[in-house]
């Protein structure tokens, strides 16, 4: 089983990679599939191979492939969209941890909103601090609310309902060797 499970961790690695070449313009933080894919890894794979997936992906970023939304590189550390990158991390662990305990839709709701939440606190926060400080570009909470959760959440907000139906519909496909059998799935 964990052969398959480093695959699809693999295989969630590079569609978060390709997810960050699928973009919507926004002003500010760019809205991709990253995040999509991220919180379905955490979702699908569990919290250990969902974070797996996405720690790959961010090792990868970070050596200088440039497979983030605005590049990659050690460097890429001190761009203001970096703490999203974070969040990913921290979201596919936690949903991935919630998920595990039932998968209704419900459960997995409420696993995708934790993402949610999780991705944009960091986020937020890391793009204030950086743009602040490093950056001395000061911004205000009005400035980065606005365009860092207002311009991009109601559609992760949307996706993060799609994510928890698709993840419905493939985990027993995808994770039949972790059901109790008296488990119905919902």
Do not use: W
Request: glycine content about 10%; aromatic content about 18%; overall charge positive.
């Amino acid at each position: 089983m964990k052969l398959r499970y480093m695959i699809y961790s693999a295989l969630f690695t590079a569609l978060i990679a390709i997810g960050a070449y699928i973009r919507i313009p926004v002003p500010v933080v760019p809205f991709t599939l990253q995040f999509q894919f991220a919180g379905l890894s955490g979702l699908l794979l569990g919290k250990k191979y969902g974070a797996a997936a996405v720690a790959a992906y961010l090792l990868i970023g970070l050596a200088g492939v440039p497979i983030f939304a605005g590049g990659g590189g050690p460097g890429y550390v001190l761009m203001p969209t970096f703490g999203y990158l974070i969040g990913f991390l921290a979201g596919a662990y936690a949903a991935g941890a919630i998920s595990a305990r039932r998968f209704t839709y419900k459960n997995l709701l409420a696993a995708g909103f934790v993402f949610f939440t999780i991705v944009y606190a960091t986020g937020m926060a890391y793009f204030f601090v950086i743009t602040n400080y490093y950056m001395k570009s000061p911004i205000g909470l009005g400035y980065l609310f606005l365009h860092c959760f207002i311009a991009t959440a109601p559609a992760d907000a949307a996706m993060t309902f799609l994510s928890a139906r698709l993840a419905q519909k493939l985990i027993p496909h995808m994770r039949l060797d972790v059901y109790p059998p008296y488990l119905e799935i919902k």
